[in-house]
């Protein structure tokens, strides 16, 4: 069988694109599987299929490199504008994406014909222990402590209409993620296991972030994680509401805002990388 898809980028956040508009696909987990594979395949962060909505522009379905199906990708759906405006599926610069977290609005900033940035609302973020969910006696898991391979973090627990964790470090560089990273993930206090964020503070408009991507590992970005980290980071008293956070990743930068309502905008980049055929026996 064949497959045509498109390879695009937010800070480095690489997944690959497919069109569903008038294709289906009949196994999402088992093909994000085969294509994510780096080295073998054509290498990603996870697979996204972009088709029809009944309530909004576009609709969003967003597989991990594991096969596993998130609610919710910030670099993504960024890509998401982009492709549609870029193919000239969309027109306008004002779109709506249909995610398992509800609808997001995406603001497209043009240059040169193409989008080049996308702001979205993200909508707000949540502290409420059942509804991330995280197994917790008190109603938010604020600043808490948490014993992980025998050492005390200090944990914040954020819906973002996914879970993180958000875990504040003096440094971040040579943290070995690949070992503590899926203690934190698979630890039993998260059901739905957990996307973690360590952070290095600059100052108050300045973070840097490091994160453990529940299904994927360590990636370059994760942009439900940058605006959880931001929340966690208002929550905590460390940064402002109504002020821009510039959030420093491995693969790129993110400007978050936050108003007194935990609601998120998020801004940041979106890029194309290449169109493919993908070969494959299914």
Do not use: W
Not at 19 to 47: E, T
Not at 64 to 88: F, P, Q, V
Not at 263 to 274: D, I
């Amino acid at each position: 069988m064949k497959i045509n898809f498109t390879k695009m980028q937010g800070c480095a956040n690489d997944y690959i694109y497919i069109n569903c508009f008038d294709n289906i696909i009949k196994n999402p987990s088992k093909l994000a599987i085969k294509m994510s594979r780096r080295h073998y395949s054509v290498g990603s962060d996870g697979l996204v299929l972009i088709g029809r909505s009944e309530v909004a522009d576009a609709k969003m379905r967003m597989f991990n490199a594991d096969g596993s199906e998130s609610e919710m990708c910030g670099n993504a759906i960024r890509c998401i504008g982009k492709y549609l405006y870029d193919k000239k599926i969309i027109k306008k610069t004002l779109v709506t994406i249909e995610t398992l977290c509800g609808i997001k609005y995406l603001d497209l900033h043009i240059e040169n014909n193409k989008v080049k940035e996308v702001t979205v609302n993200m909508g707000k973020a949540l502290f409420d222990s059942s509804k991330i969910p995280v197994n917790y006696s008190e109603k938010e898991m604020i600043n808490a402590k948490c014993d992980i391979l025998g050492k005390t973090y200090n944990m914040t627990a954020v819906s973002m209409g996914n879970p993180h964790c958000c875990i504040y470090l003096d440094e971040i560089k040579d943290l070995e993620l690949d070992k503590i990273g899926p203690a934190f993930e698979n630890n039993s206090i998260f059901p739905k296991r957990t996307n973690t964020e360590f952070c290095k503070v600059i100052d108050k408009n300045h973070l840097e972030m490091r994160v453990y991507e529940r299904g994927a590992g360590e990636t370059y970005a994760c942009g439900t994680g940058a605006c959880a980290l931001v929340a966690s980071s208002i929550k905590n008293k460390i940064c402002n509401f109504n002020e821009d956070v510039s959030v420093k990743l491995l693969g790129g930068t993110l400007i978050i805002n936050i108003d007194n309502s935990y609601n998120v905008l998020m801004t940041g980049p979106a890029e194309f990388v290449y169109d493919g055929v993908y070969e494959y026996e299914d």
